[in-house]
């Protein structure tokens, strides 16, 4: 009888209870760290209330903690068994919602299963991580390194990419090309061809700019010069940067931000949590949200380093860099470094979709960690 | 296996490179941080104060004007309004519909409560009605439970409490129109419920009586919301000023010109205080201040009685007889007329073939200076006036204050006219000719005064002398005031016929002499004709004056001073085509004097 819970690893096998032990707590302890920042700054965000924003949150947390730690201890033979499969099902739902938003009026995201609503993009993130991992476990170094050899893989990457740009979600798009260009970069993909890629992508940018959603050219040339439409599309680069300017090395202190409480500041307790919690604790606030998440990555990357097999290696590498992206994204947005493309600041930013996802990548990550000594053949 | 192990240690590399590169990009976000936090701090925190704090501007208590015995006349009233906070009323229509059943709301007023609340956010109170009596505000607050989101506010607006009486002098306060705004950088003016001196005292004393402005800080949200307050300067309050009119005089000088239209002025004969003021017609500067509507502005503006305009300092006139005072006293000086000189009036007087008439058709007789006063001989005045030249006549006239502006400050003073050879020259390129020379010897022709003027002289006649001028500020140093350089002996003179005009029986204002305690009054009358009578109805009959349309009635005019030994007060009344000096003008100056006297204003 197959036990998903129990690995044997050099004829010797881990039970539950040790896997459990060996989850790194570290790594645990810094997650929490970051979700408690998130609340409180979400209690400040309702001024001084635990409704709506700061209960629904540590809810989503917990149920979001509980899927991290079974997808920790499951075998990760399983996520490789089923990764083509998990992709598949995801690009159907993906096909089923770009369908449905036809059908239906305007932009649709989700998919409404009664209980909660999926948002097949959000898994899409983990699916063609594990997807990806599984081909390139497979592949041979001649096979990455040829031209053949990676179609698929670019393919398994456009195809979603492509129906989430029609949503159109420009940010979540852009994300897992990112994450694999990361992955293909991980593998052994030449520099050359990243290079001949990012050239073509240079050159193509004016066809692409002629794609864009008038929002979203509207995103960039604000970007670009935020004194443009200082009242509107610019107002909310304006009013961030004011905010955390202000803010100072210390901050205006808990519940006294100006910017935020008196609403100059827009989506305050989602896409711009970090400019709140910098206004109201300053750079030395800001500082510890970097450290933390500096210190996950630092700890995913050991993770995937120790890894004894390929799969699990490249698993972490991918689920690390698409969490490195949402930080680095969100804050840069709200810094006024790239555009505002509507990416949340994950385990602070109120909102649920992303809460399980991003606990669901760091289940499994935890996952690589503890299996870290299972040989995985090529079959 | 050899190539897998390759694979995995590209893996291992490219792994290193990854996060030290991810570890880059963040100490970006570090970097960015302090740039922004610590770098740029300053001037995002300006930014967000900016932001924050809205300062509003705090309009300072607008100056109380007194009268000369500390009574308020212009004051400031508090100004009930209701008001409308339109997010805190269920149904706007059903809440302005339970308050039109309390006070009736025009269509026009509704529509703009409801276009008010449309433009402004939510929560802004809108104003539904101003000038609240206690009856109403006390009628809604008992109905409050049905007017939810309305509420009373308590203002500052002008108070005039005398009204019409004194519009003349103390002008009105109003909204701030843009030539103003222009002229003026105090942004107190930007305020839309600021109101600005528009005419009058009000205008002339802006500056002293507006104050400086306060400012209240508040902290308000994206929106406009006021949070909280952060601080509040106050404004200095504009400064209070005295005048020097008796209110009480005022008001009776203004009651008893009735459906009249003239002009009195009172001043204090030794330093030219204006006691009393009167332009009449009047209008209500109250409702001047709350604003008319365009009806209530046509017919001020189209009353022929021209209510807007301040005869006493714009109306210019012929003097008339009253002119009379200032030949005598040329001729006098001239030495060509002695005191004791006569000449004969027979009721006209030819000056080549162009005959002059004496107002009495019947004739004088032979009279000398003090006599012709009394009777006002015209035909004396025009052997005089031919006899000592127009150049004496209006060098005297300028002497005594007539001719020029006396510049007391209110808006459209004119300067009046006494014409000489050069004006004439100047004006019409001709010369003078002997014929106008004689007119303007009784006051009429080219010569034009202003009732204020005219006060002034009778003023600088009965103080012996001094060149006061008439003001509305307190005088507490006389000496700046000049001796005109004139003999006693002459005034005295012209004094005596003026006494003769109220006291002897024959004297054109007999009818109006008074003797209170031995305190009598001297007066010189003046009639001036706005038509021209012809040489038929002199042959048939001269119309009597109340035969002829209200504006072809002559004017009415009357010079005069009181106490006769102790001059104290000066005054001069006209009444427009009010007909004769003697039936319409003294009377009412005396009636003033009268009263002055009995007040005992000037002790």
């Known amino acids: 009888m197959y036990k998903p819970y129990e690995t044997t690893i050099n004829n010797q096998t881990q039970t539950l209870g040790e896997k459990f032990f060996n989850i790194s707590f570290s790594y645990v302890l810094f997650i929490i760290m970051l979700a408690i920042i998130g609340i409180v700054v979400l209690y400040s965000a309702a001024n001084g209330h635990w409704s709506p924003w700061s209960v629904n949150q540590l809810i989503r947390f917990g149920m979001g903690f509980v899927l991290m730690i079974v997808l920790a201890l499951m075998d990760i033979r399983i996520f490789m068994r089923y990764a083509y499969l998990l992709y598949f099902i995801t690009l159907l739902m993906l096909i089923m919602v770009e369908v449905g938003g036809h059908i239906g009026m305007g932009a649709q995201r989700w998919i409404n299963l009664g209980i909660f609503k999926i948002q097949p993009s959000e898994l899409m993130k983990i699916s063609l991580v594990l997807a990806l991992a599984r081909y390139f476990h497979a592949s041979s170094l001649q096979s990455i390194q040829s031209v053949r050899g990676i179609i698929i893989p670019i393919l398994m990457a456009l195809i979603p990419a492509g129906l989430i740009v029609m949503q159109p979600d420009l940010g979540t798009s852009l994300m897992l090309i990112f994450t694999t260009g990361a992955i293909f970069f991980a593998v052994g993909v030449q520099i050359w061809k990243f290079v001949l890629v990012g050239a073509g992508a240079l050159s193509v940018m004016p066809v692409a700019w002629h794609f864009l959603h008038d929002y979203q050219k509207n995103r960039v040339l604000t970007f670009l010069d935020p004194e443009r439409d200082p009242l509107g599309a610019g107002y909310h680069i304006i009013q961030s940067k004011i905010a955390l300017g202000s803010g100072g090395i210390f901050g205006k202190g808990f519940m006294n931000g100006t910017q935020s409480h008196l609403n100059f500041l827009p989506e305050k307790h989602t896409d711009f949590i970090f400019t709140m919690l910098s206004e109201e604790f300053g750079m030395i606030g800001g500082i510890v949200i970097i450290v933390l998440n500096m210190l996950i990555l630092i700890y995913s990357y050991s993770f995937a380093v120790r890894s004894s097999n390929y799969f699990g290696k490249l698993v972490a590498i991918g689920l690390a860099t698409n969490y490195f992206l949402y930080v680095f994204i969100n804050t840069a947005m709200v810094l006024g470094l790239i555009p505002v493309v509507g990416v949340p600041l994950p385990l602070i930013s109120y909102g649920g979709t992303v809460m399980l996802s991003i606990m669901a990548s760091f289940g499994i990550i935890l996952c690589v960690h503890i299996n870290r000594n299972v040989q995985i053949g090529k079959d | ?603």
Not at chain 2, 412 to 439: C, M, Y
Request: proline share 4%; hydrophobic share 40%.
């Open chain 2, 1 to 603: 296996m050899n190539r897998d192990n390759d694979k995995g240690k590209i893996l291992i590399n490219r792994s290193y490179t990854m996060i030290i590169t991810k570890l880059v990009l963040l100490l970006i976000i570090v970097l960015r941080l302090y740039y922004l936090q610590v770098y740029q701090a300053d001037k995002y925190k300006m930014m967000a104060d900016e932001n924050r704090i809205s300062t509003r501007l705090l309009i300072p208590p607008r100056g109380v004007i007194y009268d000369r015995n500390g009574v308020m006349v212009a004051s400031n009233r508090q100004n009930f309004q209701a008001m409308i906070v339109a997010e805190q009323t269920p149904d706007i229509q059903a809440t302005l519909d339970e308050f039109k059943k309390i006070m009736p709301l025009s269509k026009e007023e509704e529509e703009k409560i409801k276009k008010d609340i449309k433009r402004n956010r939510s929560f802004v109170p809108i104003k539904i009605r101003d000038n609240l009596s206690w009856e109403e505000v006390s009628k809604i607050q008992l109905k409050a439970p049905d007017l939810q989101g309305i509420y009373i506010d308590e203002g500052l607006s002008r108070d005039y409490p005398f009204g019409e009486s004194m519009a003349h002098i103390l002008g009105y306060v109003s909204s701030v129109n843009e030539a103003e705004a222009k002229a003026d950088e105090d942004s107190l003016l930007k305020l839309p419920e600021f109101k600005i001196g528009k005419a009058g005292i009000e205008k002339l004393f802006e500056k002293e009586l507006r104050g400086k402005g306060g400012s209240l800080k508040l902290e308000v949200n994206a929106y406009g919301r006021v949070m909280k307050e952060i601080e509040k300067i106050d404004g200095i309050p504009g400064k209070s000023l005295s005048l020097t009119i008796d209110s009480r005089l005022q008001q009776k000088a203004y009651e008893l010109f009735g459906e009249q239209s003239g002009a009195a002025v009172v001043l204090d004969v030794h330093t030219g205080e204006i006691l009393a003021f009167v332009s009449a017609p009047s209008y209500d500067p109250n409702a001047m201040s709350k604003g008319l509507s365009s009806k209530e502005w046509k017919e001020l503006v189209n009353n022929e009685r021209k209510p807007l305009s301040n005869k006493a300092i714009s109306g210019q006139y012929s003097p008339g007889s009253t002119f009379k005072t200032v030949v005598a006293l040329a001729a006098l000086e001239s030495g060509i007329v002695r005191p004791e000189t006569k000449f004969s009036c027979s009721g006209q007087m030819f000056l080549g073939n162009h005959a002059f008439h004496c107002w009495r058709r019947t004739g004088h007789g032979s009279l000398n200076v003090v006599e012709a006063l009394m009777h006002s001989c015209d035909i004396y005045f025009y052997e005089t006036a031919q006899r000592i030249g127009i150049e004496r006549i209006a060098n005297m006239a300028r002497r005594f204050g007539l001719g020029k502006k006396l510049n007391i400050g209110l808006e459209n003073e004119k300067a009046g006219l006494i014409p000489d050879k050069v004006w004439k020259k100047k004006h019409f390129r001709e010369s003078w000719q002997q014929g106008e020379t004689v007119i303007a010897g009784i006051g009429q022709g080219y010569v034009l005064t202003t009732p204020l003027q005219l006060a002034t002289m009778v003023a600088r006649i009965a103080n012996g002398g001094f060149a006061v001028t008439p003001t509305f500020t307190r005088v507490t140093d006389k000496s700046h005031i000049k001796k005109i350089n004139i003999s006693s002996d002459y005034l005295d003179t012209v004094k005596q016929g003026m006494y003769d005009v109220v006291n002897v029986p024959g004297g054109t204002a007999y009818r109006s002499h008074f003797n209170i305690n031995g305190m009598e009054m001297a007066g010189k009358t003046g009639s001036t004709q706005v038509r021209r009578i012809t040489m038929k109805e002199r042959q048939t009959r001269i119309l009597r004056q109340d035969e002829l349309p209200w504006k072809y009635r002559d004017h009415a005019l009357f010079i005069a001073f009181a106490p006769y030994d102790n001059p104290k007060y000066g005054i001069a009344v006209l009444v427009e085509h009010g007909g004769g000096g003697s039936s319409v003008a003294a009377p009412i100056a005396s009636a003033i004097l009268q009263e002055a006297i009995n007040l005992n204003i000037l002790k």
